[in-house]
T-cell receptor
Framework: GIQVEQSPPDLILQEGANSTLRCNFS?????LQWFHQNPWGQLINLFY???GTKQNGRLSATTVATERYSLLYISSSQTTDSGVYFC??????????????FGQGTTLQVKP | DTGVSQDPRHKITKRGQNVTFRCDPI?????LYWYRQTLGQGPEFLTY????????KSRLLSDRFSAERPKGSFSTLEIQRTEQGDSAMYLC??????????FGQGTRLTVV
């Protein structure tokens, strides 16, 4: 099956700092999504980004499908950005089921 | 569009009891997924429906687990004879076309 690796596993930032989270995947994908898991456990959609670059406020993401990686940029971080960030992929070999394979996540803590 | 809704949010049950969880997907989405997440891990795929048809089940889904999606609307996930190892967050997601999967708030199960 496809492997999804996220780095770093843990990240501590001072409020206002910028950060880059990385997601590497081992095979071709139909889809890639970034999620933020809030303290209550809900997965909040950040980006649906099988390729290219998207921006949403202080967040942006880039996926280079041919090189099998995606990056999530957080600028001017705020304490509310704290939580776990997951990358998830829909493996091309799964037959277009849409099922997602998740990485292990990056735990971000933003200190005031 | 009220998003994906799951009920209950929390369930505490005694070992050996049966439990049932409900998921109401986004109304226009024809695909529905169940995932399980244990502490410190990313969510893992359990099963997937396209309309009312259950098209794939993970090996994680033992014979004590059953899922249904009557009439292609809401879905239920039942666990029979619960074990302590079933304690986890159970997440439901739905998807249509082209925007990826959207998750509900999850049901946190504790088996005592």
């Amino acid at each position: 099956g496809i492997q999804v690796e996220q780095s770093p596993p843990d990240l501590i930032l001072q409020e206002g700092a910028n950060s880059t989270l990385r997601c590497n995947f081992s095979d071709s994908v139909n889809n890639l999504q970034w999620f933020h898991q809030n303290p209550w456990g809900q997965l909040i959609n950040l980006f649906y980004i099988p390729s290219g670059t998207k921006q949403n406020g202080r967040l942006s993401a880039t996926t280079v499908a041919t090189e099998r990686y995606s990056l999530l940029y957080i600028s001017s971080s705020q304490t509310t950005d704290s939580g776990v960030y997951f990358c998830a992929v829909d493996h091309y070999g799964s037959g277009n089921t849409g099922k997602l394979i998740f990485g292990q996540g990056t735990t971000l803590q933003v200190k005031p | 569009d009220t998003g994906v809704s799951q009920d209950p949010r929390h369930k505490i049950t005694k070992r050996g009891q049966n439990v049932t969880f409900r998921c109401d997907p986004i109304s226009e989405h024809n695909r529905l997924y169940w995932y399980r997440q244990t502490l410190g891990q990313g969510p893992e795929f359990l099963t997937y429906f396209q309309n009312e048809a259950q098209l794939e089940k993970s090996r994680l889904l033992s014979d004590r687990f059953s899922a249904e999606r009557p009439k292609g609307s809401f879905s239920t996930l039942e666990i029979q004879r619960t074990e302590q190892g079933d304690s986890a967050m159970y997440l439901c997601a739905s998807s249509g076309t082209g925007r990826g999967a959207f998750f509900g708030q999850g049901t946190r199960l504790t088996v005592v």
